[in-house]
């Protein structure tokens, strides 16, 4: 048994209300399901999706506070079984600042990991993980699946996610980090490049991955993933971003493993939130056969080049980076 989805991650920041702004601008909205961080945290939801997906703790230092995963009741005994058996790995109470239910526990790395009774909302029978939206209807050579109607949208037009995606952290032993995603989450890969990335998804019908690690000295957050309809919104979504004067991450682009067009932008405290859509989806687990791939074919097919503190681990960053509107 393995956990069903990825439900939400926690960040610890030193300015939860720029972080918070930030989303917002991003196109998340605000929700107070619960109370977090003794009311000086915040917590947020993509429009019309009855799940918290963003937690955000006040912090000292910015830090990759916990991962959310949902499972069934039997999934969830299952990985507690294994938690309790699994060397480096330590149950622990639930954290005052993020009162959330099941079990709680940390790996040989320090990162926190909670996992409890939930399926996908909605959960459309647990393969699709979103509600189902107008299809990208697009001309080409040969067939026209867009006729009399005008292809362009208004530019203007505000971006909301749908959902989070996926969420990329640091590691400092990728294999071990590995080794305990399959054998305490029940994770499984789909892709890895190297010794540099590893790409996994929960078994039985998911993207492409919902979890990477990359190798580095520390852990932390790179980023967060979250869906928009179409490769329009990634750019409209990117371009409100920049004029409101937060900074590029990186983007447009369209990425090799998991093949999702996407825009990242940095947020106040040096992490990054993507726009992302058309990522690939894996419904038969013995059709996809993962691959490790050589890294000069295995990190974007097309896009700028990546800027130098791209892969850069801003993990203990002190103060936020406020934004210069244009």
């Not at 699994?86 to 954290?95: C, E, F, K």
């Not at 990162?111 to 939930?118: A, C, D, K, P």
Request: proline residues 6%; aromatic residues 10%; contains cysteine.
């Amino acid at each position: 048994m393995a956990v069903r989805h990825f439900h939400h991650f926690a960040l610890g920041v030193p300015d939860v209300e720029a972080q918070k702004t930030f989303y917002e601008d991003f196109g998340l909205v605000g929700h107070t399901s619960r109370n977090v961080a003794n009311g000086n945290g915040a917590i947020l939801r993509c429009v019309g999706r009855d799940q918290d997906q963003v937690v955000l703790i006040e912090s000292r230092e910015r830090c990759l506070h916990h991962l959310s995963f949902g499972a069934t009741p039997e999934g969830l005994a299952d990985v507690k079984r294994r938690a309790e058996a699994y060397p480096g790995v330590q149950l622990i109470d639930s954290p005052n600042a993020t009162p959330y239910d099941g079990i709680w526990f940390s790996d040989a790395d320090g990162m926190i990991y909670n996992v409890h009774i939930g399926e996908p909302a909605p959960s459309n029978g647990g393969l699709v993980p979103h509600a189902s939206r107008a299809p990208f209807r697009a001309n080409g050579p040969g067939h026209y699946d867009r006729v009399n109607l005008k292809g362009s949208i208004d530019a203007n037009a505000k971006v909301v996610p749908h959902r989070l995606g996926h969420l990329i952290h640091f590691t400092p032993d990728l294999e071990a980090k590995l080794a305990f995603y399959r054998n305490v989450l029940g994770l499984v890969m789909s892709d890895r490049s190297e010794h540099l990335i590893a790409f996994l998804r929960p078994p039985g019908g998911s993207d492409h991955h919902v979890i990477a690690t990359i190798q580095d000295e520390k852990v932390g957050f790179h980023h967060a993933s979250f869906e928009v309809d179409t490769i329009d919104h990634i750019g409209l979504g990117g371009q409100a971003m920049l004029r409101k004067g937060y900074r590029n991450g990186w983007g447009v682009g369209r990425h090799a493993l998991g093949s999702n067009f996407f825009w990242y932008i940095r947020d106040p405290h040096g992490g990054l939130a993507e726009y992302f859509c058309d990522i690939d989806y894996i419904a038969d687990d013995a059709q996809w056969k993962a691959k490790n791939w050589p890294l000069d074919v295995s990190f974007y097919v097309w896009g700028p080049e990546p800027p130098p503190d791209f892969a850069q681990n801003f993990e203990g960053a002190t103060k936020a980076v406020k934004p210069v509107a244009r």
